[in-house]
T-cell receptor, first 111, second 113 residues
Framework: GQSLEQPSEVTAVEGAIVQINCTYQ??????LSWYQQHDGGAPTFLSY????GLEETGRFSSFLSRSDSYGYLLLQELQMKDSASYFC????????????FGAGTRLFVKA | DAGITQSPRYKITETGRQVTLMCHQT?????MFWYRQDLGHGLRLIYY???????DKGEVPDGYVVSRSKTENFPLTLESATRSQTSVYFC????????????FGDGTRLSIL
């Protein structure tokens, strides 16, 4: 089977740094994506890690350790607009055509 | 740049009815996907397509049918709707072999009474 674990909720203050962890157990792992979704909206792509290490895109960074089946999303200089749900999403299956989304982490940013 | 559009945005129907959700993308992306999103479950893959006339099952395909006769269209049909299929449905597309990023439509909110 396949399983994903990430915290259900995280709260942080504006300007702070927050890390959202993700552990996974999957078959045929190809890489790990992160998506953001605001309430009532569609998911939007943030990052994709195919190899171990850190990928940085502006205020957001994503890390992957394939040997530990672990990744995280790091959000710096938090803003109120970062309040949203964040999904780690491994790419799995034969050929890597399937992306599995977990239940997501709801981030609340307080003033 | 219209991108990826889903229709209808909202739909209410009754159990046993057939309903088709439409998805159209203007980018000529090879890969297209259908997901459903329910509270507490994140997004679950229903079907995906790697190209016109090539489709395959995802995690939760039962009760759904897809077709892809043209690259730009990927309709999802519920042949006999059940209450358990009440959900928000998202269509997505990608032009990369690694399927990332996936670009999502705005979703269809489907209620089955």
């Amino acid at each position: 089977g396949q399983s994903l674990e990430q915290p259900s909720e995280v709260t942080a203050v504006e300007g702070a740094i927050v890390q959202i962890n993700c552990t996974y157990q999957t078959s045929g792992f190809y890489g790990l994506s992160w998506y953001q979704q605001h309430d009532g909206g569609a998911p939007t792509f943030l990052s994709y890690n195919a190899l171990d290490g850190l990928e940085e895109t502006g205020r957001f960074s994503s890390f992957l350790s394939r040997s530990d089946s672990y990744g995280y999303l790091l959000l710096q200089e938090l803003q109120m607009k970062d309040s949203a749900s964040y999904f780690c999403a491994p790419r799995v299956g034969t050929g890597g055509f399937k992306t599995i989304f977990g239940a997501g982490t709801r981030l609340f940013v307080k003033a | 740049d219209a991108g990826i559009t889903q229709s209808p945005r909202y739909k209410i129907t009754e159990t046993g009815r057939q309903v088709t959700l439409m998805c159209h993308q203007t980018w000529s992306h090879s890969y297209m996907f259908w997901y459903r999103q329910d509270l507490g479950h994140g997004l679950r893959l229903i079907y995906y397509s790697a190209a016109a006339d090539i489709t395959d099952k995802g995690e939760v395909p039962d009760g759904y049918v897809v077709s892809r006769s043209k690259t730009e269209n990927f309709p999802l049909t519920l042949e006999s709707a059940t209450r358990s299929q009440t959900s928000v449905y998202f269509c997505a597309s990608s032009d990369r072999e690694n399927n990332q990023p996936q670009h999502f439509g705005d979703g269809t909110r489907l209620s089955i009474l």
